[in-house]
């Protein structure tokens, strides 16, 4: 959440300055260049509460103020409560998060609408747009592995690499994080619903050419509870708070 409010005020405070600079020093579409484009895609990097993602949107226009789209949205996803561990035991071990039983990526894909509360001039500004979406989710997880610490008369004799189980293995049983792409043949499938809201703030100087930046909330829900970390609930809903950078195109046919 820190992260988040520090990267918004980071844009406000700088980004939004060099936006309007570069505004001043890009000639703007003539009116005769700012006619209404019927389509347009569009593809933006996200930073959320819980992780970063990418999205990839297509559309048309409905009417004039009202934007029918679609979109595909990876995601990744970790526990506010995952800490980075060391075992003090051994200078040499791998940092590993204490407690977390799983990885966690959402695949998200859907419908919506975007509506236009105030549209830019033609030599610039801003454009401002409120937008919905809904659809179906996936919540992918993998289980994690870690090198434990077998001991042979009370020292070190073997380390084994193995799926976390937080019954057995404590925080010195740990050696250190295992590879990413062990248990890969494991991954757990958690279908689900999401839905969108937000509010997209377009400063591109050009008709035709889309950049803005976009804040809101996501909320997935699966029937089938996700464990990530150990010795808590399983988790069915998911609420993040996100801020994405798009760049795209309009066109016609």
């Known amino acids: 959440m820190k992260r988040f409010i520090l990267l918004l005020c980071i844009f406000f405070l700088t980004g939004g300055g060099y936006v309007a600079l570069a505004q001043s020093e890009t000639l703007p579409d003539s009116p005769s260049e700012n006619i209404l484009l019927e389509n347009q895609w569009s593809l933006g990097a996200v930073l959320h509460t819980n992780g970063w993602g990418l999205t990839f949107r297509k559309g048309h226009n ?124 494991q991954l757990g499938f958690h279908p689900g619903i999401y839905c969108r809201t937000g509010l997209n703030f377009e400063y591109g100087a050009k008709n035709r050419l889309i950049s803005s930046l976009e804040i809101g909330g996501v909320l997935d829900y699966s029937p089938l509870p996700v464990a990530i970390m150990a010795f808590n609930p399983r988790q069915s809903f998911f609420l993040t708070l996100y801020l994405s950078i798009m760049f795209g195109k309009r066109y016609n046919k």
């Open 62 to 185: 409905a009417t004039a103020l009202r934007q029918f789209m679609w979109e595909v949205e990876f995601s990744t996803y970790k526990s506010s409560k995952e800490v980075r561990s060391i075992n003090p035991n051994y200078s040499d071990s791998r940092s590993f998060f204490y407690g977390k039983l799983n990885y966690v990526w959402f695949l998200r894909g859907g419908i919506g609408q975007q509506y236009i509360l105030n549209r830019k001039p033609y030599w610039g500004g801003v454009q401002l747009s409120w937008l919905y979406y809904g659809g179906l989710s996936l919540v992918v997880t993998k289980p994690v592995f870690l090198y434990i610490i077998y001991k042979k008369d009370g020292y070190p004799d073997e380390f084994k690499e193995e799926k976390y189980n937080p019954d057995r293995q404590q925080i010195y049983d740990i050696f250190g994080r295992g590879s990413f792409l062990s248990g890969i043949n």
